[in-house]
């Protein structure tokens, strides 16, 4: 931080200047012949000199109040709040950051850690913590949290000076929701922390959560202080301009190629590793089947729109959620959103389309899940598809001179395929991709580039894996343990590794090869210096 004086510093400086002068001048009036023939008397001389230490002392606390404060511990004042994040994709460090600006915009003291940066002595030494912290997979911390996992929670610490917040971020597809956030406040609570408030859980970046925990930030500011709305981003119009099966006869699940492009034919900026996010939609004949239960024409035009497009993008209302007496301009204000659905980008700007590679899933009572039921089945050719990027750095490329390891399953080639994209663009051939899949006849998504890449020398190593098929090795973990000395040679030579695919059965299977390769203390080590990085679900 600048230790130049700020404009409202020199300012107030300037004023107290300036009353200085004034004083002077009509001391010197004071004293003359002119102004008054008698003396004045001692108890005026210090009514005076009284009065003017007090305006002093005055200005002083004004001056204090509003100076700007360091973003660093004083030596004899308390710490600053201390904001801590735990992220597998990057949105809690994005969250954790904008919470740091919420809290400055207020005028409070702040700093930021990552969580594999904390330690039991900062802690001990901070009085109000805020946590943003992911749960990934089924209930487990970010992959950088190893450290304070295996350090810090070990230790019988006393926190009993220590005020808390958790902001859990979370998806409830998966059965241990928010998971980690509830360790962390087990924790906390077990060891003599005080929470300010209760754990605040978000599902899928709901923004009613969100919004709850910018009122929360505010009340940390006193007296109810009024924090601007983080406004999410708008949907970008795009269109779906093809629709491809890839994989015809597989004994898989369909899994579909799907093209877009974007509506006015301005192609934003993205890079490998970042993901879209979706505006799903019901289908029309779902839309329509609710609507004939209802009152409400679906043609009716509600802020510019008809019905039937605010019901097509939101929570169909279930029975006893309207009033029967409500008019449509009432239903269109008590509609929830369809939360959005993220997927890795396949494609680069370079190629002049967005490309996705999506497997078709099924619900339990057998119909089409949300996202992929709009994409692969109900969305029109040529039509409007509700579409917005997600910056995912912890999972952007490297420099073209560190060699890359890439592992993948299933549709988790999408994101490898771009990062291989990106390389060759930029002149690396020290890459290694290792996939797995169901069948080499079937499931070799984007087949035909990979051998191409690899005949022309932009892959040094492509290792393959097809459970279906046969032969020695069912999974890619089975061939990565196969490899293991060149694992651990390709890391000795500054290697960083990729992982993008399915969170059951590969991500630990690889995890596991990892550990083995380099222990755990190495494994750790890489995940620290971010060189062992996962986008998996």
Not at 181 to 208: K, S
Not at 473 to 488: C, G, P
Request: hydrophobic share 45%; charged share 20%; with cysteine.
């Amino acid at each position: 931080m600048s230790l130049r004086p700020s404009r409202a510093w020199l300012g107030n400086l300037a004023v107290m200047l300036l009353l200085a002068v004034i004083a002077w001048a009509l001391l010197r009036l004071h004293l003359g012949d002119a102004w008054w023939q008698s003396a004045p008397m001692a108890w005026q001389w210090r009514w005076a000199a009284g009065s003017l230490v007090a305006y002093a002392a005055f200005c002083t606390l004004i001056w204090w109040r509003g100076r700007p404060r360091e973003e660093r511990v004083a030596d004899n004042g308390p710490a600053p709040i201390l904001l801590v994040w735990a992220s597998q994709t990057g949105f809690a460090q994005q969250l954790c950051e904008r919470s740091a600006q919420a809290l400055r915009a207020a005028g409070l003291p702040v700093r930021l850690r990552a969580l594999h940066a904390v330690t039991a002595e900062l802690l001990q030494r901070s009085g109000q913590v805020l946590f943003v912290v992911s749960t990934t997979g089924e209930g487990d911390a970010p992959d950088h949290a190893l450290p304070f996992l295996r350090k810090v929670m070990p230790q019988a610490l006393e926190l009993p000076q220590l005020q808390y917040g958790v902001l859990a971020l979370g998806d409830r597809s998966y059965g241990h929701f928010c998971a980690f956030g509830h360790q962390l406040d087990a924790w906390l609570r077990q060891h003599g922390a005080h929470p300010l408030f209760d754990t605040v859980e978000v599902d899928n970046a709901d923004p009613g959560a969100l919004r709850h925990w910018q009122q929360l930030l505010g009340q940390l500011g006193g007296e109810a202080t009024e924090l601007p709305d983080w406004a999410p981003a708008e949907y970008l119009p795009w269109q779906l301009q093809a629709r491809h099966l890839e994989n015809p006869g597989s004994p898989g699940a369909p899994t579909y190629r799907i093209t877009l492009v974007p509506s006015d034919g301005v192609l934003p900026a993205w890079q490998a590793g970042d993901v879209v996010e979706i505006g799903p939609q019901h289908s029309p004949a779902e839309v329509e089947a609710w609507l004939r239960d209802t009152p409400w024409e679906g043609d009716a035009t509600i802020a510019g729109q008809p019905l039937r497009a605010h019901l097509a993008r939101a929570h169909l209302p279930s029975d006893g959620e309207v009033p029967a007496l409500a008019d449509a301009d009432a239903v269109v204000a008590g509609l929830r959103p369809l939360p959005h659905r993220e997927y890795s980008i396949a494609s680069l700007p370079a190629e002049g389309q967005v490309q996705l590679l999506l497997r078709r899933q099924l619900r339990p009572d057998g119909t089409p899940g949300l996202g992929s039921g709009w994409l692969c089945d109900h969305a029109a050719l040529d039509g409007r598809i509700d579409l917005r990027f997600r910056s995912n750095p912890n999972f952007h490329g490297v420099p073209a001179a560190t060699p890359l390891i890439l592992i993948g399953n299933g549709t988790g080639i999408a994101g490898l395929r771009a990062h291989l994209r990106e390389r060759i663009s930029a002149g690396a051939r020290r890459n290694w991709l290792l996939f797995g899949e169901r069948t080499a006849a079937h499931d070799f998504f984007f087949g035909d580039d990979l051998r191409a890449w690899q005949r022309d020398g932009w892959i040094a190593r492509l290792d393959t894996v097809f459970s279906r098929d046969g032969g020695e090795h069912h999974y890619v973990q089975d061939r990565l343990q196969a490899q293991i000395h060149t694992l651990q040679q390709w890391v000795h030579d500054g290697a960083t590794i990729l992982v993008c695919g399915s969170l059951q059965g590969m991500a630990p299977g690889v995890d596991a090869v990892i550990e083995q390769a380099l222990g755990r203390d190495g494994k750790e080590a890489l995940i620290v210096a971010g060189r062992y990085r996962r986008d998996v679900y």
